[in-house]
């Protein structure tokens, strides 16, 4: 079981972007489809994006297509999620997870096994 490390983080203004990293040592990262969630003060965690190992599918939450893109590099063991057109409402610890290779999103939390420590992310003026 791979555990995955997110990164990327920080304070932005509205309207900026960001990209979070999310990688794990091992090749097997590559064999799992990788959910990103996130979670604000008082709110329950909420599935944001996934992509899929076997296909490359993506899938987004409504609140964020058009402004979030999910990518893979298996060369670097490394998901990104780039985030554009930030808005105040998208405060929240980001976590990136994975799921055992039997399953594939978009599924709930609940699926998936592994999880980082999460990375803050900040939208303010």
């Known amino acids: 079981q791979v555990q995955p490390v997110e990164s990327g983080g920080g304070l932005v203004q509205p309207g900026k972007s960001l990209r979070l990293s999310c990688t794990a040592s091992?090749?097997?990262?590559?064999?799992?489809?990788i959910g990103w969630f996130r979670q604000a003060p008082g709110k329950e965690r909420e599935g944001v994006s996934c992509i899929r190992a076997n296909d490359d599918n993506t899938y987004y939450a409504n609140f964020v297509k058009g402004r979030f893109t999910i990518s893979r590099d298996f060369a670097k063991n490394t998901v990104y999620l780039q985030m554009d057109s930030l808005k105040p409402e998208d405060t929240a610890v980001y976590y990136c997870?994975?799921?055992?290779?039997?399953?594939?999103?978009?599924?709930?939390?609940?699926?998936?096994?592994?999880w980082g420590q999460g990375t803050q992310v900040t939208v303010s003026s």
């Open positions: 997870a994975t799921v055992d290779p039997i399953f594939h999103c978009p599924l709930g939390p609940n699926f998936f096994s592994s």
């Open positions: 091992g090749s097997t990262f590559n064999l799992y489809d």
